[in-house]
């Protein structure tokens, strides 16, 4: 099935559907061994004692990659979580490495905690040869 924004490197594809869930991870060869099995990793913001899953029907997503190159640059806005996320997917074009970055806007005037949750449901992950989720969240004010 086509996918949105796919990103890889030769031995290594990624791809997102049309609600920003990664959905297809394909290692050594691109194409023939889909790990994901075609589920969803989804992402979620929590605030407010609210969660909410990336998607397009609750978030205003624009998905593209940035200019002149096979990174990702996505934009979501949540009115009434006042709230926008800016990310950026790759793959590393020699290593077999993929990297999303996060970078979210509280457009509050208050402060509060916002959490990134991240989550799939898939009998294939055991499959993949290294997973080491990798968080560093920096504070700015």
Same mark, same amino acid.
């Given at each position: 099935?086509?996918? !949105?924004?796919?990103?890889?490197?030769?031995?290594?594809?990624?791809?997102?559907?049309?609600?920003?869930? /990664?959905?297809? @991870?394909?290692?050594?060869?691109?194409?023939?061994?889909?790990?994901?099995?075609?589920? %969803?990793?989804?992402?979620?913001?929590?605030?407010?004692?609210?969660?909410?899953?990336?998607?397009? !029907?609750?978030? %205003?997503? *624009? @998905? +593209?990659?940035?200019? +002149?190159?096979?990174?990702?640059?996505?934009?979501?806005?949540? !009115? &009434?979580?006042?709230? @926008? /996320?800016?990310?950026?997917?790759?793959?590393?074009?020699? +290593?077999?490495?993929?990297? &999303?970055?996060?970078? =979210? %806007? *509280?457009?509050?005037? #208050?402060?509060? !905690?916002?959490? =990134?949750?991240?989550?799939?449901?898939?009998?294939?992950?055991? #499959?993949?040869?290294?997973?080491?989720?990798?968080? @560093? /969240?920096?504070?700015?004010?």
């Amino acid at each position: 099935m086509p996918r !949105d924004i796919p990103i890889g490197n030769g031995s290594l594809l990624i791809a997102f559907d049309q609600n920003y869930c /990664l959905r297809d @991870i394909y290692y050594p060869y691109a194409g023939k061994e889909n790990h994901s099995g075609g589920n %969803k990793f989804r992402f979620g913001i929590w605030t407010d004692n609210v969660l909410s899953w990336i998607n397009k !029907d609750d978030w %205003k997503l *624009n @998905i +593209e990659y940035a200019e +002149e190159s096979l990174m990702t640059h996505v934009t979501a806005l949540h !009115d &009434k979580l006042e709230l @926008i /996320l800016h990310c950026n997917d790759l793959v590393d074009y020699k +290593e077999n490495i993929f990297i &999303k970055k996060i970078q =979210v %806007k *509280n457009l509050s005037s #208050r402060q509060r !905690d916002i959490r =990134v949750f991240f989550i799939t449901i898939s009998a294939f992950l055991n #499959r993949l040869p290294v997973i080491q989720p990798t968080m @560093i /969240l920096t504070k700015r004010r």
